[in-house]
């Protein structure tokens, strides 16, 4: 086996370019990563490698083989299949690496963040929903220096960026969210989709499982007339009765 093989072909399920094969064909079933859409990338733990998929290929077909691996300081391919070029998304990917110490992101083109960037304005905001409990505040417990999550008294808050013809063209508007929310594990890019990431794939995964479920509710909300963030007891003002 070569050594940039060695990379990619490991018996461990949960060795990042397996988990990304596994994942991308979950999400592809669940609607999210449809018609070439979409991606995953995983920072490899113990080397700290960046896995990223082609660019252009059916989520669900991919293989270990097909990925891209990256050096993380020198942004180096170590590994580049001839076949393919490398997703779109993976300046977006690196700046979340970089600037969020992100150990996974998610791109999924899910048409709940579709139908939400219709609906909101610059940013999407739901409240008082137990759900909302799976997503970090962004904040640390200063005793056990664990991260700590949202409240159910809490209103999540995740900005809204406008599309561009390329996918690299977001990397701007990307960067001032970091700045302007600087607690958010999420970017919804209106009429394409969201971005989620987390300090693992196994947290990425929850919290972009939590959101989108956030989203169709909030679209549910929304269509009764009740504003996702109202307060709690406020929905019945809201709901058109008899
Ligand atoms: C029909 S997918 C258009 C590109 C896109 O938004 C995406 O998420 C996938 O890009 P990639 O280069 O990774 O195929
Ligand atoms: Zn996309």
């Not at 083989?65 to 300081?73: C, N, S, T």
């Not at 013809?165 to 977001?170: I, R, V």
């Given at each position: 086996m070569s050594s940039e093989d060695t990379l990619i072909h490991s018996d461990d399920p949960r060795h990042p370019a397996n988990l990304i094969c596994t994942l991308c064909k979950q999400f592809f079933y669940n609607n999210w990563?449809?018609?070439t859409g979409g991606g995953i990338s995983i920072k490899?733990?113990?080397?700290s490698h960046y896995y990223l998929a082609p660019s252009g290929v059916q989520k669900e077909q991919m293989r270990p083989e097909d990925l891209f691996v990256m050096d993380a300081?020198?942004?180096?391919?170590l590994r580049a299949p001839k076949l393919y070029k490398p997703s779109a998304c993976t300046p977006l990917f690196v700046a979340c690496y970089q600037?969020?110490?992100?150990?996974a992101i998610i791109h999924t083109h899910s048409q709940n963040a579709v139908v939400c960037s219709l609906i909101f304005g610059d940013e999407f905001r739901i409240a008082n929903i137990e759900q909302i409990k799976a997503i970090p505040s962004g904040k640390v417990d200063p005793v056990t220096m664990k991260p700590i999550a949202l409240s159910f008294f809490d209103t999540l808050r995740i900005p809204i960026i406008e599309n561009m013809a390329h996918e690299d063209e977001l990397i701007d508007d990307l960067h001032k969210t970091f700045i302007?929310?600087?607690?958010?594990c999420a970017v919804i890019v209106r009429r394409h989709g969201i971005f989620v990431w987390g300090p693992a794939i196994d947290k990425a995964k929850i919290f972009n499982e939590a959101i989108d479920y956030l989203m169709e509710l909030a679209i549910k909300m929304h269509k009764l007339g009740i504003p996702p963030d109202c307060g709690i007891g406020e929905e019945k003002k809201h709901l058109a009765g008899p």
């Amino acid at each position: 086996m070569s050594s940039e093989d060695t990379l990619i072909h490991s018996d461990d399920p949960r060795h990042p370019a397996n988990l990304i094969c596994t994942l991308c064909k979950q999400f592809f079933y669940n609607n999210w990563c449809t018609g070439t859409g979409g991606g995953i990338s995983i920072k490899d733990p113990e080397t700290s490698h960046y896995y990223l998929a082609p660019s252009g290929v059916q989520k669900e077909q991919m293989r270990p083989e097909d990925l891209f691996v990256m050096d993380a300081q020198t942004l180096d391919y170590l590994r580049a299949p001839k076949l393919y070029k490398p997703s779109a998304c993976t300046p977006l990917f690196v700046a979340c690496y970089q600037k969020k110490d992100a150990g996974a992101i998610i791109h999924t083109h899910s048409q709940n963040a579709v139908v939400c960037s219709l609906i909101f304005g610059d940013e999407f905001r739901i409240a008082n929903i137990e759900q909302i409990k799976a997503i970090p505040s962004g904040k640390v417990d200063p005793v056990t220096m664990k991260p700590i999550a949202l409240s159910f008294f809490d209103t999540l808050r995740i900005p809204i960026i406008e599309n561009m013809a390329h996918e690299d063209e977001l990397i701007d508007d990307l960067h001032k969210t970091f700045i302007d929310y600087p607690n958010t594990c999420a970017v919804i890019v209106r009429r394409h989709g969201i971005f989620v990431w987390g300090p693992a794939i196994d947290k990425a995964k929850i919290f972009n499982e939590a959101i989108d479920y956030l989203m169709e509710l909030a679209i549910k909300m929304h269509k009764l007339g009740i504003p996702p963030d109202c307060g709690i007891g406020e929905e019945k003002k809201h709901l058109a009765g008899p």
